[in-house]
């Protein structure tokens, strides 16, 4: 972990001012840079060298704390030292605010959100699109290489375009070829088993689902969601059918092709079953249909805890995703 340069003052006069619904209107000037699931990712506008920071709000304890920093910085330390992905710079920053509530944010160097993969794909053409998923399976190849040949680690990665960034990408000059290098971001979630245990708390997984899910979430898919992320087949599946997201299912059956050559070629020794393009279309149905459940749940339960409870919503919902 690299130190990077955190004002602590000014995040917690953000999280004290925060207005969730609109995260960039508050007292403390702040830049959306992305969102996921859980986090949001900002930049603070009075940061002199950019950073990252995404706000992860989901402990109750000191105890949960450290175990994710350990699992977070081990995880960061195996992908960058031992897998030889490319990380950016990585810290943590967290306090306890006012009401004693844990305030904990991932914290990266800021990358230039022009080159973020699913930035970059509307700008390319399709040859160089293709370009760009073979140099995602083969950072890919390296992860699960590295599970392959540790026997007592099993190490996880969410695949989707929007993790990879290209480094020196120029949008004015889109170029990319086969010397292009990828820079993976997705690091705030640690996943990786040692000795067949997540280093990552499970429960603290639910903590974006509402209340009134939990139970549901946990019985019926929880354990499910996390496998997936460890099984590069049903990994790379979930990247492909994000172009249905994106908008150019046009690609997909080009990029199926490819990934199957590149199975068979340069991953032979995984005996990976070649992907169809039925199962696509399947799991980004499945897929859509329980996310779009999801995030309406989790606005009726934001409702119910700001409008009628005026108890604190700690997640930031985006309004509208398009899938
Ligand atoms: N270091 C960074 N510099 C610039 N932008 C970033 C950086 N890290 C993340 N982002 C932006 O934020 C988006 C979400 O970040 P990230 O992939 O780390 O979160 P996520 O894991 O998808 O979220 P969640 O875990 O809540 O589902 C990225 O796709 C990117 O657009
Ligand atoms: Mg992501």
């Known amino acids: ?19 969730i619904y609109n995260p960039e209107k508050g007292e403390v000037p702040i830049k959306i840079l992305g969102f996921g699931e859980i986090s949001l990712v900002f930049e603070l506008l009075s940061d002199v060298e950019p950073i990252a920071y995404k706000r992860i709000p989901i402990f109750d304890n000191e105890k949960q704390v450290n175990r994710h920093i350990w699992a977070y910085n081990e995880y960061n330390r195996i992908l960058d030292q031992d897998v030889g992905l490319n990380l950016p710079k990585y810290d943590v920053a967290w306090f306890k605010d006012d009401e004693d509530k844990i305030q904990f944010y991932c914290v990266q160097e800021k990358i ?23 140099l995602v399976m083969r950072e890919m190849k390296k992860v699960w290489e ?10 996880g990665l969410d695949g989707q375009i929007s993790n990879f960034m ?30 067949g245990v997540e280093a990552m708390d499970g429960e603290l997984f639910l903590k974006s689902t509402p209340s009134f899910l939990r139970f549901l979430v946990k019985a019926a898919f929880l354990d499910e969601v996390i496998d997936r992320y460890y099984d590069w087949r049903l ?6 059918a994000n172009f249905f997201k994106e908008q150019r299912p046009e690609l997909i059956p080009g990029i199926i092709r490819q990934v ?4 068979k070629e340069e991953a032979s020794e995984f005996n990976i079953e070649p992907i169809t393009f039925e199962e696509i279309q399947k799991y980004y149905k499945n897929d859509k ?26 997640f930031y919902l985006p309004d509208k995703i398009k899938r």
């Open 1 to 19: 972990m690299i130190r990077l340069k955190i004002d602590i003052e000014v995040l917690k006069k953000l999280e004290r001012s925060i207005d």
């Open 166 to 195: 290209l480094i020196g990408y120029d949008p004015d000059n889109p170029n990319i070829d086969m010397n292009t290098k990828l820079t993976y971001i997705d690091t705030s979630t640690p996943m990786f088993r040692k000795n």
């Open 235 to 240: 990994v790379t599946i979930d990247l492909i």
């Open 146 to 155: 590295y599970s392959k040949n540790h026997e007592t680690i099993d190490l």
């Open 260 to 263: 199957n050559k590149f199975f």
């Open 289 to 314: 249909m329980i996310w779009v459940i999801f995030q309406n749940a989790r606005k009726i339960d934001r409702f119910l805890k700001t409008k009628l409870f005026k108890k604190r919503y700690d």
């Open 112 to 134: 230039s959100p022009e080159s973020v993969g699913n930035r970059v794909i509307h700008q390319i053409n399709d040859d160089d699109i293709n370009t760009l998923i073979l």
